[in-house]
């Protein structure tokens, strides 16, 4: 097992996938922390992971001359490795990442953006290959629709809280998140379940049955 956080997140970086870490979250008792569904990555193949930067919006209806202010200092101190979480409540009406947004976080070497709301300018997104999970995609800028109101402040997509730090892994299968407190359990659990799974599949592979090879592994 490794020894610090940076550690783990830096052995896990490589090989995490949603699925082994949604399994060791529920071996350590954390059983609601799916995102859902409707939340996809723009490009799937690409792979969200690291640690949540968090920001919150509000509906509005008409023009403010200052609504980008919040979402770009957001965005400006965006640290390397950090995911940028913007929260609308589920409201797909709000559409708060794009292309220049992208480009921006992905100079500052973020490890990509989530949001419950919508994306736009997919043709660009995915050719930086910046990995941008979302609930919706729809041309619609924030204008009359949307304005930030808490940077790095607690959460919730879905049914799941989200804290800055805590840690956000998303892959084609879906998205979950891992409380900081946790992560250090959680993801050293889900590096074994990755190691175990290889030799799973290896066995299967050389022709072993699935019930030997579950009862030889314990895994599924």
């Not at 920001?55 to 001359?65: F, L, P, Q, T």
């Not at 910046?130 to 924030?142: C, E, K, M, N, R």
């Not at 998140?177 to 050389?206: C, F, H, N, Q, W």
Request: proline share 5%.
């Amino acid at each position: 097992m490794t020894d610090s956080f940076d550690d783990i997140i830096a052995a896990a970086r490589p090989l995490i996938a949603s699925a082994p870490v949604c399994d060791a979250l529920d071996e350590h008792g954390f059983h609601r922390q799916i995102l859902p569904a409707s939340i996809r990555p723009v490009d799937d193949g690409t792979v969200l992971f690291g640690p949540a930067r968090t920001g919150a919006y509000k509906v509005i209806h008409e023009r403010i001359a200052n609504i980008y202010d919040l979402e770009i200092a957001l965005v400006d101190d965006l640290k390397p490795g950090e995911v940028c979480v913007m929260a609308t409540g589920g409201n797909t009406a709000i559409g708060p990442w794009g292309e220049l947004l992208s480009t921006r976080a992905r100079y500052l070497e973020a490890a990509g953006f989530l949001t419950d709301g919508a994306a736009r300018d997919v043709v660009a997104i995915r050719a930086m290959g910046f990995p941008v999970f979302t609930g919706a995609l729809s041309p619609a800028d924030t204008q009359y629709r949307g304005m930030m109101v808490e940077k790095d402040t607690a959460i919730r997509i879905g049914e799941v809280a989200i804290a800055p730090g805590d840690i956000i892994v998303g892959d084609v299968d879906g998205v979950v998140v891992v409380p900081r407190a946790a992560a250090l359990a959680v993801l050293s659990t889900a590096m074994g379940k990755i190691t175990g799974e290889r030799r799973m599949r290896a066995d299967l592979e050389a022709g072993m049955s699935l019930a030997e090879a579950f009862a030889k592994h314990g895994l599924l």
